[in-house]
């Protein structure tokens, strides 16, 4: 069965970076969009990220544009989220999610989610 | 961006009444191939998000016949027919047409009374 399990998350001072994982398996992982989605505590969810399944289309919300970086090995069924100059308001619980085989885009899978923690 | 927003915020109610949600995005999110780029999930407490509808009025694979979708456009509805304590957590909308970005509703949550 599908699964997509996150690492990475911690603690980090405002300033510092965070390298987070998601590890996939139980599908063929390079036929796959792939997104990252934050929840900050007791907040909603945002999406903040996008890659294609070759890595040659990638997306980013504005409030991480030029901080964050999305990338993928397919020959690891690995999609990865470089986090740099942390701010306090990217605490968050990290999801990466697989996007479903049909039109519509919508997330079929998502994984258990990793915190990052951003704080002094 | 497109701005979806969800009411109510809250839902309290009493198991094996129905219950409805409501999700208005600013743009239509009609694709020209007919499907309505709207998708609706539940995250439980204490999980991730898990897909209950997909496409408007589909349901996603499990997914139980009380929960239904409709709407088109720029109106959506999601309802649970006779709602049940296992159907407490947040409901949120997604739309996935006008992207970058993605965005979601703020979150509706079902509580039991």
């Known amino acids: 069965q599908v699964q997509l399990v996150e690492s990475g998350g911690g603690l980090v001072k405002p300033g510092g970076s965070l390298r987070l994982s998601c590890a996939a398996s139980g599908f063929t992982f390079n036929d796959y969009s792939m997104n990252w989605i934050r929840q900050a505590p007791g907040k909603g969810l945002e999406w903040i990220s996008y890659?294609?399944?070759?890595?040659?289309?990638?997306y980013y919300a504005d409030s991480v544009k030029g901080r964050f970086t999305i990338s993928r090995d397919n020959a690891q069924n690995s999609l990865f989220l470089q986090m740099n100059d942390l701010r306090v308001d990217d605490t968050a619980v990290y999801y990466c999610a697989k996007e479903s085989p049909r039109v519509g885009d919508d997330f079929e899978y998502w994984g258990q989610g990793t915190l990052v923690t951003v704080s002094s | 961006d497109v701005v979806m927003t969800q009411s109510p915020l809250s839902l309290p109610v009493t198991p094996g009444e129905p219950a409805s949600i409501s999700c208005r995005s600013s743009?239509?999110?009609?694709?020209?191939?007919?499907?309505?780029?709207l998708h609706w999930y539940l995250q439980k407490p204490g999980q991730s998000p898990q897909l209950l509808i997909y496409l408007a009025s589909h349901r996603a694979s499990g997914v139980p016949d009380r929960f239904s979708g409709s709407g088109s456009g720029t109106d959506f509805t999601l309802k649970i027919s006779r709602v049940e304590a296992e159907d407490v957590g947040v409901f949120y909308c997604?739309?996935?047409?006008?992207?970058?970005?993605?965005?979601f509703g703020q979150g509706t949550r079902l509580e039991i009374k």
């Open positions: 890659i294609s399944s070759a890595g040659w289309t990638i």
């Open positions: 743009q239509s999110v009609l694709h020209e191939n007919g499907y309505n780029y």
């Open positions: 997604m739309q996935t047409l006008q992207t970058p970005p993605i965005t």
